[in-house]
């Protein structure tokens, strides 16, 4: 079994920024990958970066580019989400997931396990 633990989210006025960590416990030596997505009220969960474990390939939505970072500390089997220039309508649960395979990261499905999901509110 694998369990995530999200942090980081909050409140942040548009324009600022936030860093979400995801740590990946139990195990994880056959994960792939690991990624965020996030939920928005009555929207549906959608893909907001990814990188694989091997090599660091990383992969991003169209809407965060330039402005989201994701990383990772293969020691400490966390991932980051580096979000700057943030805006109201990135407001959303945001949720880690792992992947046992290293590719298709950016579909919901390729996931076994997920976190509880970390709020992030960006007010205008």
């Known amino acids: 079994q694998v369990q995530l633990a999200e942090s980081g989210g909050g409140l942040v006025q548009a324009g600022g920024s936030l860093r979400l960590s995801c740590a990946a416990s139990g195990s994880t030596y056959s994960s792939g990958g690991m990624g965020w997505f996030r939920q928005a009220p009555g929207q549906e969960r959608e893909f907001v970066a990814a990188i694989r474990w091997s090599g660091g390939v990383t992969y991003y939505a169209d809407f965060v580019k330039g402005r989201f970072t994701i990383s990772r500390d293969n020691a400490k089997n966390t991932v980051i989400l580096q979000m700057t220039s943030l805006k109201p309508e990135d407001t959303a649960v945001y949720f880690c997931?792992?992947?046992?395979?290293?590719?298709?990261?950016?579909?919901?499905?390729?996931?076994?396990?997920w976190g509880q999901g970390t709020q992030v509110t960006v007010s205008s």
């Open positions: 997931g792992l992947s046992s395979l290293s590719y298709g990261l950016s579909m919901g499905r390729s996931y076994d396990y």
